[in-house]
């Protein structure tokens, strides 16, 4: 049996939700949703928060740095909906013994948060979980650390570029694969493409099956990846 593609809500149902929002993640755990991307970074007093972006201008109604701010300031804020910005401990109260594949990424490939990888990783391994996690990250040197730590999780390396050696690569770094935003044919390692929101696009990946899609609109791509392979 050829193995399908996973489908991955990038940020939750963006389509729907705000992105990264508890309201979003929440209605994708509730819908059956195969997999949950989330990207990770740390407030001024260590609490690992929700958001893509290092600041809090575009998705909220402040302004400035994740890290400049406490969590109980950051809480004045809300995004589009009227929710404050999630904590990571909110979302996995969320997906706590769920069927959902789970992809955190590390935002850390511009500012590197003082032992993110510490506090994020004792978080994830204290909480019931039906999969293995997926770490993912630009920052190559926040997946080696995290390798120190929990040697025997899911690291995946995130990349625009096109890898000239990816056999090599993910051998060299013991990865478990890598995440492209482009489709790399003959490659016989894990790919997981972001992100994909032309039917076009999926039919192709869904069709060469690689590992996984990162989509806004999961709901989309699930019909489409069910009538492609209706028994």
């Given at each position: 049996?050829?193995?399908?593609?996973?489908?991955?809500?990038?940020?939750?149902?963006?389509?729907?939700?705000?992105?990264?929002?508890l309201a979003g993640f929440t209605?994708?755990?509730?819908?059956?949703?195969?997999?949950?991307?989330?990207?990770?970074?740390?407030?001024?007093?260590?609490?690992?928060?929700?958001?893509?972006?290092?600041?809090?201008?575009?998705?909220?109604?402040?302004?400035?740095?994740?890290?400049?701010?406490?969590?109980?300031?950051?809480?004045?804020?809300?995004?589009?909906?009227?929710?404050?910005?999630?904590?990571?401990?909110?979302?996995?109260?969320?997906?706590?013994?769920?069927?959902?594949?789970?992809?955190?990424?590390?935002?850390?490939?511009?500012?590197?948060?003082?032992?993110?990888?510490?506090?994020?990783?004792?978080?994830?391994?204290?909480?019931?979980?039906?999969?293995?996690?997926?770490?993912?990250?630009?920052?190559?040197?926040?997946?080696?650390?995290?390798?120190?730590?929990?040697?025997?999780?899911?690291?995946?390396?995130?990349?625009?570029?096109?890898?000239?050696?990816?056999?090599?690569?993910?051998?060299?770094?013991?990865?478990?694969?890598?995440?492209?935003?482009?489709?790399?044919?003959?490659?016989?390692?894990?790919?997981?493409?972001?992100?994909?929101?032309?039917?076009?696009?999926?039919?192709?990946?869904?069709?060469?099956?690689?590992?996984?899609?990162?989509?806004?609109?999961?709901?989309?791509?699930?019909?489409?990846?069910?009538?492609?392979?209706?028994?």
């Open positions: 049996m050829v193995k399908q593609t996973v489908v991955f809500g990038h940020r939750g149902y963006p389509a729907k939700f705000p992105e990264n929002s209605y994708a755990v509730q819908h059956q949703i195969e997999g949950l991307e989330f990207d990770v970074h740390l407030t001024k007093d260590s609490v690992p928060v929700i958001m893509h972006d290092e600041k809090i201008n575009r998705t909220t109604n402040g302004k400035g740095y994740i890290r400049d701010y406490t969590l109980a300031e950051l809480r004045q804020f809300q995004l589009a909906n009227g929710d404050p910005v999630p904590t990571l401990a909110e979302f996995l109260r969320v997906v706590a013994n769920q069927d959902v594949q789970l992809n955190l990424e590390f935002k850390t490939d511009k500012i590197q948060y003082p032992n993110i990888e510490r506090i994020v990783l004792g978080m994830v391994h204290a909480t019931p979980l039906r999969h293995p996690v997926i770490f993912s990250s630009f920052h190559l040197p926040t997946i080696k650390r995290c390798q120190v730590l929990a040697p025997d999780e899911l690291y995946c390396w995130l990349t625009d570029r096109r890898v000239k050696d990816p056999v090599g690569l993910v051998a060299k770094e013991h990865l478990a694969g890598l995440h492209l935003s482009h489709y790399q044919d003959d490659v016989p390692v894990v790919e997981r493409i972001w992100t994909v929101d032309s039917v076009k696009q999926a039919t192709k990946l869904f069709n060469d099956h690689v590992e996984g899609i990162f989509t806004d609109d999961f709901v989309t791509m699930m019909d489409l990846k069910h009538q492609l392979f209706a028994e």
